[in-house]
């Protein structure tokens, strides 16, 4: 198989608030596309709100999407019953943000990371024992911790069990949402090493949710920018960290410290003004015209388009690249 | 597949302190809670070694030494109306008394489970359905219900503990309910579903074992409550029938001698008082053991 | 630079439910006028426990030893009375979470006049006129519309705004911010942070910085003083800090950090992980804490705490064996 693992197409989310909220609908993702070729990781970064979870979990189908197409291998999966849906799930796996609450704090380690195998009857006759073993080393545990419950071990030691769980089918596919943002510093340079060695030797694709720019920097492959349910630019790591061309991205990337007195006090600061708005709202017209630097009349009532900076894939949502393509070239 | 091995974390022995072994300490830091135990511990013992602890038989009267007092004749406790040792009485009526209470809980539960949780973790029909009957159940005063069923099948013990246990039924569904709604929300519950566990396997090993801790105080709750109701029931005639005793009817035959041997009542009062009291210190006990927040 | 505040041989004991713990050693500290100290390290390290021990916010049961001089008085031997009074007129605290410090019955204008009232004396319409102008120091738009508005009615970003603007009722002469920005994306952040250093610049407050975030630091800092297991392990100017930094952990934090330009992918790229876990002391240690983990760990480490002894004007570290200040440029 050539094509791409994920393929997601105009994918929309909404969710109805509560009655006590008024009762109105609120557009979680407005309009996802994306796909995740073979071996490849790709960075959704994104602020609270922007519906970047909201996109892993209609992935693994935890959500049924309001509109749109999830393609899984080639496969449409968006509304496969369950029972056909499962031996899919064998091949999409996910790792949770909270450490803590997404292990089952009434089953040990080895019952934790058995729990896949037994659920797809992988164990053959040799027994769940030896393949949790093996998925517990190749985290960089111990096979002592098998029989330990999780309030035994420490954050990141949980975290590297929640990747054993994920890994042990040795999925086509791994959604990582937020999996090191709860972890300290030193914790989360192991997380993200293990992540980088896994993937290099298991092969898998990987869909890497995260608010965290230098994370997806260091991880990714790809990158696709997400603000108030849309993707905003999309593109290789070299084309969104070095050429950022969307102003969000830019803002984004101008508002992340830089772990360096010296760049960090000399650097420009242009800080974007305001706050995303609410999602039951979203403005008309492009999504940012109100916080944006470069908004024009155009911006505030026609929505822009995915628009093409280079021919390698780098997109960019912005009504205001052609001429800044234009103005870059009368420059030259 | 090469094992990649990490000079992390890893490597490194785990966190001692299992917080199984500071379950008795921190309940016993709580010596309400420690009271209430001891209570039920008691009672309970009193009920199972009844033949062994009482000397008189609770049934067998005496018509030679009726209504003696306190102290008197080898009665610690006194004689009732028929004669017969009030002590023993107390000792053997334990045993109906903690069997309704018990019995009636585990039937509310029993059923209030596999509800709660079909409707806690599928919610839609199935959730409707379950919250409009418990509706109905709850407005029915429980005392309608029992006196129901005795007028049609004549009062018994049985017919007590099923009512007492259909009266607890909608507590217990919405509390079993809102458990289940709340572990379908946590992320180990989302996980499973991920992996592709069937449903069976995430009711029965995820949500039933995380939701007993929260039933227990539930449980903790409801027996004293049903404990109370069942003497209510055999106040009115509708509980045990004597001459097997239970506290409930004690009471109820003691009300006629009131005014001049106060003793045959009080005694029977005071055991329902301290076995509902210890239960609910238990309960009480229990639900900040269970309480993430108190640890 | 004359001092605020000086911290001796502060201690404190804490209870949890295996007994008692070390949560902060002999930690010394000075905050001079117009300063901003960043007390860095990692969750349990003893940063936040200081700035409590300082204000006397801990729990009735800790046992605290040391000084705290403040403005010519020991806070820990003073009255309670008198702490009250200091406590939110001469030194304020913003905590992490906004919305749990903001009474959510009560209007933000409500809430800082009753500051205003008790600290300043101000009433009626002067309080009013006060409580618009702090919330427009913060940049907060339309303020006279926003004292009427309840914390939920606020966003994140405009809440942790207000608190500020609520810090800064009585002119402080020390600001505690206890991880302000935490909680908020990176473009709400940039916000706070530009508006914290504008105000210490213009109201030359000092501030006592708590926080996990190294770019945080490098952002406001002019000082650093780095926590391990409830011990400062290294003190210095913040330059200094990032570009030669002594102590082993410090390294290590700094080189755990994935920033800009390294990638997992390149060659040979790795974040460096610490091994080990930060332990929870429960008794004081002969021996450096540090050690169990520490890549230049000796002998000697294990047999004798070390203490902090100035290695450098404006730099002082706790370690036996520091880097060699030249070989240690970890950044770019």
């Known amino acids: ?332 | ?295 | 630079m004359a001092e605020l505040l000086a911290v001796q041989d502060l201690e404190v004991r804490l209870f949890d439910r295996s007994g008692v713990v070390l949560a902060v050693r002999d930690v010394n500290l000075t905050i001079g006028q117009g300063e901003v100290v960043a007390l860095v390290g990692e969750s349990g390290c003893g940063k936040s426990v200081t700035a409590l021990a300082i204000l006397r916010l801990l729990p009735a049961d800790a046992r605290i030893s040391g000084q705290v001089h403040f403005d010519g008085h020991d806070l820990l031997q003073l009255p309670l009375r008198q702490m009250r009074r200091i406590r939110g007129s001469d030194i304020a605290m913003v905590f992490q979470e906004p919305m749990s410090s903001l009474n959510p019955a009560f209007t933000i204008g409500n809430q800082i006049v009753e500051v205003l009232k008790l600290h300043k004396g101000l009433r009626g319409q002067a309080a009013r006129t006060r409580a618009a102008e702090l919330l427009s120091l913060v940049r907060i738009g339309s303020p006279e519309q926003r004292l009427r508005s309840f914390p939920h009615q606020l966003s994140g970003g405009m809440r942790q705004r207000a608190m500020i603007a609520m810090a800064l009722a009585c002119d402080p002469k020390l600001l505690i911010l206890d991880e302000p920005t935490t909680a908020l994306d990176v473009t709400t952040q940039a916000q706070i942070l530009d508006i914290v250093r504008d105000l210490q610049k213009r109201l030359g407050m000092s501030i006592l910085l708590i926080t996990h975030d190294l770019g945080v630091v490098a952002d406001l800092a002019d000082r650093v003083a780095v926590m391990y297991a409830g011990n400062k392990v290294e003190d210095a100017e913040v330059h200094r800090l990032f570009a030669a930094p002594r102590h082993p952990y410090t390294v290590g934090l700094l080189r755990a950090l994935p920033r800009r330009g390294r990638r997992a992918g390149d060659a040979q790229e790795r974040l460096t992980e610490i091994p080990g876990l930060v332990p929870v002391l429960r008794e004081s240690l002969a021996a450096c804490a540090f050690a169990p983990r520490c890549p230049r760990a000796q002998e000697d480490c294990s047999r004798q705490a070390p203490h902090l002894e100035q290695c450098e004007v404006d730099h002082e570290v706790a370690c036996f064996h520091p880097e060699p200040a030249t070989v240690a440029r970890v950044l770019r």
């Open chain 1, 1 to 332: 198989m050539t094509g791409p693992v994920l393929e997601v197409t105009d994918l929309r989310m909404e969710f109805r608030a509560p009655r006590s909220a008024g009762g109105r609908r609120v557009q979680a993702i407005r309009e996802v596309s994306l796909t995740i070729g073979e071996g490849e990781i790709l960075g959704l970064v994104g602020e609270t709100g922007s519906g970047k979870t909201t996109v892993g979990k209609c992935v693994v189908r935890l959500l049924r999407p309001t509109a749109g197409t999830i393609r899984f291998a080639g496969r449409d999966i968006t509304t496969m019953p369950a029972r056909a849906l499962r031996p899919v799930r064998s091949q999409i796996q996910m790792v949770f943000q909270d450490p803590y609450s997404s292990l089952d704090p009434r089953m040990t380690v080895g019952q934790i990371v058995a729990e896949p195998l037994r659920a797809h009857g992988r164990f053959k006759d040799l027994g769940v024992r030896p393949l949790a073993s093996r998925a517990i080393e190749r985290v960089g545990l111990s096979t002592q911790v098998l029989d330990r419950y999780p309030n035994e071990l420490s954050g990141g030691q949980r975290q590297r069990v929640g990747l054993a769980r994920a890994l042990v089918l040795e999925p086509k596919l791994l959604i990582a949402d937020e999996p090191v943002s709860a972890l300290d510093v030193s914790v989360r340079a192991g997380i993200l090493n293990l992540l980088a060695d896994l993937q290099k030797s298991m092969g898998f694709s990987c869909l890497f949710i995260t608010h965290d720019l230098g994370v997806a920097e260091f991880l990714c492959d790809r990158v696709a920018v997400m603000y108030l349910g849309e993707i905003v630019e999309v593109g290789s790591r070299d084309e969104v960290f070095g050429d950022p061309r969307h102003p969000y991205t830019r803002s984004l990337l101008g508002a992340a410290p830089l772990a360096d007195p010296v760049a960090q006090r000399s650097r420009e600061r242009s800080i974007m003004p305001g706050e995303p708005p609410s999602a039951i709202s979203p403005p008309p017209g492009c999504s940012l015209n109100p916080r944006c630097p470069l908004a024009d009349t155009r911006c505030s009532t026609e929505a822009p388009v995915q628009t093409e900076v280079s021919p390698t894939g780098h997109l960019a949502r912005c009504h205001r690249i052609q001429e800044q393509m234009s103005l870059e070239v009368s420059h030259t």
């Open chain 2, 1 to 295: 597949m090469t094992t990649v091995t990490i000079p992390g974390e890893g490597s490194v022995p785990v966190l001692s302190q299992p917080s199984r072994q500071g379950w008795w300490r921190r309940f016993r830091r709580r010596p309400p809670a420690v009271l209430g135990l001891a209570g039920v511990v008691i009672v309970v013992a009193v009920a199972v070694f009844a033949p062994l602890l009482a000397h008189y038989s609770p049934i067998v009267s005496q018509f030679g030494h009726v209504l003696e007092g306190p102290f008197s004749s080898g009665h610690i406790l006194g004689t009732d109306e028929l004669g017969r040792d009030e002590l023993s009485r107390l000792i053997y009526g334990s045993q109906a008394t903690l069997e309704v209470g018990v019995l009636a809980t585990l039937l509310a539960m029993a059923i209030a489970i596999p509800v709660g949780i079909a409707a806690g973790y599928y919610r839609g029909a199935a959730d409707m359905v379950a919250m409009r009957v418990t509706d109905v159940v709850l407005a029915f005063p429980f005392l309608l219900i029992a006196v129901g069923l005795a007028a049609i099948f004549g009062p018994s013990l049985q017919n007590v503990i099923l009512a007492l246990g259909i009266a607890q039924l909608p507590g217990s569904v919405r509390i079993a309910r809102a458990e289940a709604m709340a572990l379908r929300e946590q992320d180990f519950v989302q996980a499973a579903i991920v992996t592709g566990a069937k449903d069976r396997v995430i009711l029965f090993r995820h949500l039933f074992p995380n939701m007993l801790s929260p039933l227990m105080v539930q449980a903790s709750v409801s027996i004293p409550a049903a404990i109370l109701g069942s003497a209510l029931l055999s106040f009115l005639g509708l509980g045990v029938q004597p001459p097997t005793p239970s506290w409930g009817n004690m009471l109820a035959s003691a009300q006629t001698y009131l005014y001049n041997d106060p003793w045959i009542a009080i005694f029977p009062g005071v055991a329902i008082f301290l076995t509902t009291l210890s239960f609910n210190l238990l309960g009480d006990g229990l639900r900040d053991l269970f309480d993430p927040s108190m640890r």
